[in-house]
């Protein structure tokens, strides 16, 4: 049961704006792992993602973005707002653990209510995308894991999300890998560069025809090459 602030806020958020809704969901390590360097250029990444969406007249208008973060907890940091009204959090990254699967689970759960949302009011939306950065590896029970795991393939195979994973420098891509298919690796911290091609991504997708339900195909979309952010590419 959706909770009626929640509905409220939504009815006025479509009433004003009724445009086709792109979510977004970051899954972000805040481990101690990340500490120093790392979670400074993140910061920074994320201030860069507001500052390019923004500039996009499209997305400013069809994107939503959340976060959560994950160490020895899982932490809501930002409901889905519109560029406008996304906030970018300063991270600290203390945490003793990384319990990926867990958020990776919420996340999950927070995308299926905000299309709920969506459907509740006539808004039509583009397949939200997951996009997870980690440094590590999870450290939850390999049950736990493999749960997740089935989770993700599931919920791809049937065109329910768009599911991205990103490894800092040190991460396990091997197991990584076990979780979320095909996952890329971040070159040189170089978060800004990483969060200007989602923006510009997701811009590319926002300017696409909206699906009106979990089964109708997507229109094809032309991605930006992710060149300039992960080793993969040079």
Same mark, same amino acid.
């Given at each position: 049961? @959706? ?8 009815? $006025?958020?479509?009433?004003? *704006?009724?445009? /086709? $809704?792109?979510?977004c @969901? ?10 120093? %360097? !790392? ?5 920074k990444g ?15 208008? $069809?994107?939503?973005?959340?976060? %959560? ?5 899982v932490r ?6 519109? !560029?406008?009204?996304?906030?970018? !959090?300063?991270?600290?990254? @203390?945490?003793?653990?990384? *319990?990926?699967?867990?958020? %990776? ?5 927070m %995308?299926?209510?905000?299309k709920? &949302? +969506? $459907?509740?009011y006539?808004? #039509? +939306?583009?397949? /939200?995308?997951?996009?997870? &950065?980690?440094?590590g ?26 599911? +991205? ?9 091997? =197991? ?6 095909? /996952?890329? !690796?971040?070159?040189?911290? *170089?978060?800004? =560069? ?9 811009? =590319?997708?926002?300017?696409?025809? #909206? ?14 090459? /992710? ?8």
């Amino acid at each position: 049961m @959706l909770e009626s602030k929640t509905l409220q806020e939504a009815a $006025r958020n479509f009433a004003d *704006n009724p445009e /086709p $809704r792109c979510a977004c @969901l970051l899954l972000l390590d805040t481990s101690a792992s990340m500490q120093g %360097i !790392p979670i400074n250029s993140l910061n920074k990444g994320l201030q860069s993602f507001k500052e390019a969406l923004m500039k996009n007249n499209l997305a400013r208008l $069809r994107v939503e973005i959340a976060i %959560i973060t994950f160490d020895h907890e899982v932490r809501v940091v930002q409901d889905f707002e519109d !560029p406008e009204h996304f906030s970018p !959090p300063s991270l600290d990254a @203390l945490g003793s653990a990384t *319990n990926m699967a867990a958020a %990776i689970q919420k996340g999950l759960d927070m %995308i299926q209510a905000r299309k709920i &949302i +969506y $459907r509740t009011y006539g808004i #039509p +939306y583009f397949r /939200p995308w997951l996009f997870l &950065i980690t440094d590590g590896c999870s450290t939850e029970d390999d049950f736990v894991i493999k749960q997740t795991a089935q989770r993700v393939k599931d919920e791809e195979h049937d065109k329910r999300i768009v599911c +991205y994973a990103v490894g800092v420098q040190g991460a396990d891509m091997m =197991e990584l890998g076990k979780i979320v298919s095909d /996952p890329l !690796p971040l070159k040189d911290l *170089n978060f800004e =560069e990483l969060f200007k091609w989602v923006s510009a991504s997701l811009g =590319e997708v926002s300017n696409s025809k #909206p699906k009106q339900s979990d089964l109708e195909p997507d229109d094809p979309v032309q991605l930006p090459l /992710p060149t300039k952010w992960t080793s993969l590419n040079g």
